[in-house]
């Protein structure tokens, strides 16, 4: 019993001392770190390994890359949550993620294309062709008045079967009431791209060796970190051009959006054209090609011109009419074809010429525009540019209404060969032709589709149904027979009033609307192509050291000296102001910065090698330890997260940086 006694006793002993020691070490953690802990929030491992991250500005959001090419954008408030993922088939790989400053679109850096996605449902607003790199987007003020009247363009009707989310991002930038400035480099990093809205290019600045930008606020500002073998150094570039003319820019942006939007409408209205038009050349090449290879030395028009002159037919002609193509197959073919010919015709007056007219109104617009020069001019928006596009335009809706002819005489002549044909199957089958009436006139255009040569053709190494020649609009190459308009008297007199006029529009019948269209996408290209001047003459540089950190408004940059002593430079409009931020003493080795308006943190290396985060505030510095094999840490700057990638890209990590008191 008095053993038993003794035992507890001890039990009870050591339970007490271990209350102790853990209050006394409490203590003293609460004395050296009062109400500051960071704590991790998730910990998740993944099969695909993480490449890049970054942190959205204004939510408790993460957008992540793998390995794979999928990008995703993750919740991450205590818990973790997709929010949506996409996987952009023969992009490539991802070179980096770059947010706007309002978190509403994020930019997907490709090897040879940026695109633009909604937050909401990862919807794709824009893609550029471009191998610069997104290095980071700022937000500008704008001073408070309503954005350029612009016209009201036309209702577009939706196209069947073809994507047209790129809608979407003028809704999108109408309702903003800033301009947001998407700063790039290229592959070479020694020259600095602006462009207005993610999108439209209003000037650059030459720079070796770029690393980090940043444009303040108020725009007056540039702040390029430029990287070279001896030294990194810190370049302040007044940019006063762009805060004078940032609401011009905006009426601009605005402008090319709409322009954007309705060039992306046209060329789907075009693919839609094109995939009706191959619908009606794949009948035909399934049902009469076989056969007219197989005919030699004679070819198809003549085998078809010997009945239609004779009424007989040929023992391999009547067996493929009789036994093969058959009544009902020819009935089908008539049917289905004359339905491709009006989806085609109505995709012409509904969609494309429709899009046409509202592309002509904006452009007019923006004429005008280019004629105030104290307002627009100075950006680089030049008249003659914009009246050649709109040269263009009228050049391409001439071809359409063009081609609209060409469709209606061809519908008409296939119209009635199909129905010959038929009438001659029926014939040849003993059964009662009658049935089929073909008028003197109808008979006439028969002849005149047969005369006009082989029925197939062979160009740019591929075969197919000769129909008259509408084909030929949709073909890369010239137009092989010229229009004749067809005694369309209006036309002739457009064309007749037109004709003295080239220094404002240039007729081209030789041109097909394949070309045409492309002579209006290079000219839209280059009526947009502004260029602020001034942007590349610096105000002010310092020299810092490689290990810096500049906050997100271009405000302020970090750097640590060959000491371990933080120094801070405030970027103003007037000057450089350095201060010494060596709040604490580091005794580790440095290896990483982040900057708050405040407070930074380090993230150190012991001689052990152990990692360490730390944040330095005011009056303390706060320390957790990060795994052993971490590869990337990106920070949010508004929301004081951290994602820790670690484990060769499989395991991440969100750390909360924020003190328990919710205070800085």
């Not at 617009?365 to 680089?380: I, P």
């Not at 970090?558 to 801070?568: A, C, E, G, S």
């Not at 290896?591 to 308006?597: K, L």
Request: proline share 2%; with cysteine.
């Amino acid at each position: 019993m008095v053993i038993m006694y003794r035992f507890l006793s001890s039990i009870l002993y050591n339970v007490l001392m271990i209350i102790k020691i853990s209050e006394n070490m409490l203590y003293q953690i609460t004395k050296l770190y009062p109400d500051q802990v960071m704590t991790f929030q998730v910990d998740r491992t993944s099969a695909n390994p993480i490449e890049h991250a970054a942190w959205s500005p204004t939510m408790d959001l993460l957008a992540l890359s793998y390995h794979s090419g999928e990008f995703s954008v993750v919740r991450t408030c205590m818990s973790w949550q997709a929010v949506w993922t996409v996987k952009e088939e023969g992009e490539g790989d991802i070179q980096g993620l770059v947010w706007r400053s309002d978190g509403k679109v994020l930019a997907v850096n490709f090897k040879e294309v940026v695109n633009l996605y909604s937050v909401e449902g990862g919807t794709l607003l824009h893609s550029s062709s471009t191998q610069d790199s997104v290095v980071s987007w700022c937000s500008l003020g704008v001073t408070s008045r309503l954005p350029v009247i612009t016209p009201v363009e036309p209702h577009l009707p939706q196209i069947e079967d073809v994507k047209t989310d790129i809608m979407s991002i003028r809704d999108l930038l109408e309702s903003k009431t800033d301009l947001n400035v998407m700063l790039l480099c290229d592959k070479d990093r020694s020259c600095l791209r602006l462009a207005a809205q993610g999108m439209l290019h209003i000037g650059s600045v030459p720079a070796s060796g770029i690393a980090s930008v940043g444009v303040t606020p108020d725009g007056k500002n540039l702040c390029v970190v430029t990287k070279q073998t001896s030294a990194t150094r810190c370049t302040v570039y007044n940019t006063e051009s762009l805060a004078e003319h940032t609401n011009n820019i905006n009426d601009v942006t605005m402008i090319y959006s709409k322009v954007l939007t309705l060039s992306e409408y046209l060329l789907s209205t075009f693919k839609a054209m094109t995939d009706s038009w191959d619908d009606v050349l794949s009948e035909f090449n399934k049902k009469l090609f076989a056969f007219h290879m197989s005919l030699h030395p004679s070819n198809l028009s003549e085998q078809f011109l010997h009945l239609l002159v004779t009424g007989t037919a040929s023992m391999d002609l009547e067996n493929f009419l009789v036994h093969t193509l058959k009544e009902k197959e020819i009935s089908k073919l008539l049917q289905s074809t004359m339905q491709s010919y009006k989806g085609i015709e109505k995709l012409i007056t509904q969609n494309f010429m429709c899009c046409c007219y509202a592309l002509a109104t904006h452009l007019q617009f923006l004429l005008g525009m280019s004629r105030w020069y104290d307002k627009y001019g100075e950006l680089g928006l030049k008249e003659a540019s914009v009246q050649d596009s709109i040269n263009k335009l009228a050049g391409l809706m001439i071809k359409a209404q063009e081609m609209l002819q060409c469709i209606t005489h061809s519908k008409a002549k296939l119209s009635s060969f199909l129905k010959w044909l038929l009438k001659a199957t029926i014939s040849l089958s003993d059964g009662n032709s009658s049935t089929v009436k073909l008028s003197e006139d109808e008979l006439n255009l028969v002849v005149k589709f047969l005369k006009t040569g082989n029925l197939f053709s062979t160009r740019a190494d591929t075969s197919h149904f000769n129909i008259d020649t509408v084909w030929q609009y949709f073909s890369e190459e010239n137009i092989l027979v010229p229009p004749e308009y067809y005694n369309n008297k209006i036309l002739d007199t457009v064309l007749t009033l037109l004709k003295d006029k080239k220094p404002y529009l240039t007729v081209q019948p030789n041109l097909s609307l394949v070309q045409s269209h492309k002579l209006l996408t290079e000219s839209l290209l280059k009526c947009f192509e502004l260029n602020l001047r001034d942007l590349d003459i610096p105000s002010q540089s310092i020299d810092i050291t490689s290990l810096y950190t500049l906050s997100s408004d271009a405000k302020l940059l970090r750097y640590v000296n060959d000491t371990n002593i933080i120094n801070m430079i405030s970027i103003s409009e007037e000057n450089m102001q350095l201060s010494n931020q060596n709040r604490h003493t580091i005794t580790d080795k440095i290896i990483s910065i982040f900057g708050y308006d405040r407070d930074f943190i380090l993230v150190t290396k012991a001689t052990n090698n152990a990692l360490t985060i730390c944040i330095c505030f005011e009056d303390d510095i706060v320390k957790t330890e990060l795994p052993q094999d971490t590869q990337k840490i990106f920070i949010s700057e508004n929301r004081r997260l951290g994602a820790i990638i670690s484990s060769q890209g499989r395991r991440i990590q969100i750390l909360d940086l924020e003190e328990d008191n919710g205070e800085e």
